[in-house]
Every structure is written in structure tokens, then in C-alpha cells.
């Protein structure tokens, strides 16, 4: 299994830059006629999302040959391996699937580079948004406009404000455990929002915590928990520890994610 670092992922951002781009334009153009169905857990799949997830797959085969690929609709019909070691790609094709059904911008579409079982790599992009944000740890994180893709601008964390910190929370997925914690937050405001774009809010310092104490795939944070990371913040489970990627059901049991990591309030037992 290849290990990739820092230093060669620089060569890969650009490239998985215009994967995504590509997918993107496919997934718009779905918007109208989305052939929304349910998958065996009951949760719903779109043509949009299987045709993305076609060109990315195709597009990192490519670029990468010797990477694998953990992709969700993919695991949906075949349950992948889980890989302990080395590098491979994350990908959800399109998350917030509700959100696309529903005609509303915020959805997303997540490609991450894991090594070591850690992201080290993320690009996320909102189709409709016609944004594309981007992280290498250790290298920083930028944000691309579809209009100017040349053009990155580099994002940064802020520090938590003294008053009225931004708490970002799922629309779909607000369950109790999650609102207990957010109302035990001072001075909080809550924003709902869909899909990872909540962790790019976070990056470029237009919010400060997104707490998910609930499950949650590899594939729909891993990008985002990079892309965090590189601008400054971070990723770890409510009590403060890393998060264990790779597991045999690819699954998150919960995390807390925060701009500014000094101002972490952890969940006690």
C-alpha cells in the first residue's frame, strides 16, 4: 500500500481540484431531475450522486492507480475492507443528498486522502455555490471561487469571540445529545446548516464549533476534518482524543470540531 506525504500531495490538489470541478457539473446537472431512490438502509441515493462518484472514482484511478478508493455508494453495494495503513481516498460524491432533493445550495462533494489513518488531504465543493475549499495539513487551507479557479485564497481559523460564539449544527441530524451540549454552550449562537460545509465554516473563521454527538460515516467528515485542521482548528472525539478512522463499519460514533482548539469545551462523562 503506497504512503503518500505532504510533499507529494502538493503535486495531487490541483488535479483532484478539477475532479471535483467535473463532478460538480455533472451534479448540477441533475438539479431538475434528480431519480431520487432509497438505498437498503433507507436512506436516499440520487442518478446525481452515482454519476459523480463515477468521474471521481475514474479520475483518481487515474491519477492515482495504486491509491485505493473508499467511495460511499460504492460501499453501499459492497461493503469495503477497512485498510489499516498506507494511503487511500475518502470520497462522498454528494453529501446532503437532502439537501440536493430539497433545492437548496448546501451540498457538497467530499474528497479526502487518508495515511496513516488520519486525513491528510481534503477538498470539498458546493456545486451550487460554485465554491471549492481546500486543505493540506501542514501546508495551510485555501478557498477557490468556480469563477476564478486560479485564484486561491488562503482561509484561517479564528479565535473563539469573547461573546456570542457560532455553533453550526446539522439540519437534518440535530439530535438530543448534540442539542443537550450545544445548550450548555455560553453566549451560543446556533446556525443549522447541511453537509460539510459546516466544517468550511469553520475553517475560514465564519464560525467556531460544530459538535456531532451522534454517528457518522468516514466518508462524510474526512475531507472536512483536513481541510479544519490545515487552517487551524481541530477534530477530535467529545473527550479530546483522536478520531479512529478505518473501522470495520467506517464509522465516527461522534466528534467535536473547533476553530480554536485552546477554547475546546469537551464532553464530560
Known amino acids: 500500500m503506497p504512503t503518500l506525504d505532504a510533499a507529494a500531495c502538493d503535486d495531487l490538489l490541483d488535479e483532484l481540484t478539477r475532479i471535483a470541478a467535473h463532478a460538480a457539473a455533472t451534479i448540477l446537472d441533475f438539479v431538475i431531475e434528480t431519480g431520487v431512490r432509497s438505498k437498503a438502509d433507507g436512506s436516499p441515493v440520487t442518478a446525481a450522486d452515482e454519476a459523480a462518484e463515477a468521474i471521481i472514482c475514474d479520475g483518481l484511478k487515474r491519477l492515482a492507480p495504486a491509491v485505493p478508493v473508499i467511495s460511499e455508494e460504492h460501499a453501499a453495494r459492497e461493503k469495503p475492507k477497512p485498510i489499516a495503513g498506507g494511503s487511500y481516498f475518502l470520497v462522498d460524491p454528494l453529501d446532503g443528498t437532502r439537501e440536493f432533493i430539497a433545492g437548496r445550495d448546501e451540498y457538497t462533494i467530499n474528497i479526502a486522502l487518508m495515511t496513516e489513518g488520519a486525513p491528510l ?12 475549499w481546500r486543505g493540506l495539513v501542514g501546508r495551510g487551507a485555501d478557498r477557490i471561487l468556480a469563477t476564478d479557479t486560479d485564484v486561491p485564497t488562503p482561509i484561517r481559523t479564528r479565535p473563539r469571540p469573547a461573546s456570542e460564539a457560532v455553533v453550526v449544527v446539522s439540519r437534518s441530524h440535530l ?22 460545509i459546516k466544517f468550511c465554516r469553520l475553517a475560514e473563521g465564519a464560525a467556531d464549533v ?49 476553530g480554536d482548539p485552546a477554547s475546546a469545551v469537551l464532553v464530560k462523562d
Open 121 to 132: 488531504l481534503g477538498i470539498i465543493c458546493a456545486p451550487a455555490l460554485g465554491i471549492f
Open 175 to 196: 439530535e438530543a445529545r448534540t442539542k443537550s451540549y450545544v445548550d450548555g454552550l455560553p453566549a451560543a449562537k446556533l446556525v443549522q446548516s447541511g453537509s460539510s
Open 210 to 258: 460544530y459538535p456531532r454527538l451522534a454517528p457518522t460515516h468516514d466518508w462524510d467528515i474526512a475531507a472536512g476534518h483536513a481541510i479544519l485542521k490545515a487552517a487551524g482548528g481541530s477534530v477530535t472525539a467529545p473527550d479530546g482524543t483522536p478520531l479512529v478512522y478505518g473501522t470495520n463499519d467506517l464509522l465516527i460514533p461522534d466528534f467535536l470540531a473547533w
